[in-house]
């Protein structure tokens, strides 16, 4: 997904927790947006659509791997990849894979 400069959209806050998750975040250099749990489907779309421009210029011009919030009142806050680097990093080992450095 990736290479091909694709995002994703998923309201997973949990997603930090996974090692898979994480993992496949960073080794394929992934950009991703959280939507607010509370939001039912109508709900997302909605949010998805009144910060589309937003969304697709943070897309364009940030490099990857990035986890941005986004709010419902349509705030985004970048989320600390520094924190989940570390996290991710720490579980590679104690998995003992190789480091990749990002």
Not at 5 to 24: C, G, P
């Amino acid at each position: 997904m990736g290479a091909k400069r694709w995002i994703v959209i998923t309201k997973d806050h949990e997603i930090r927790h996974n090692f898979a998750e994480i993992d496949a975040i960073m080794v394929h250099r992934i950009g991703c947006f959280l939507l607010p749990k509370s939001l039912n489907g109508t709900g997302q779309i909605a949010l998805v659509l009144k910060v589309h421009s937003r969304l697709e210029n943070i897309a364009r011009s940030r490099s990857t791997p990035f986890i941005y919030a986004i709010h419902q009142n349509g705030r985004l806050d970048r989320r600390d990849t520094e924190e989940w680097l570390k996290t991710w990093r720490d579980q590679r080992a104690n998995r003992g894979l190789p480091p990749i450095f990002i």
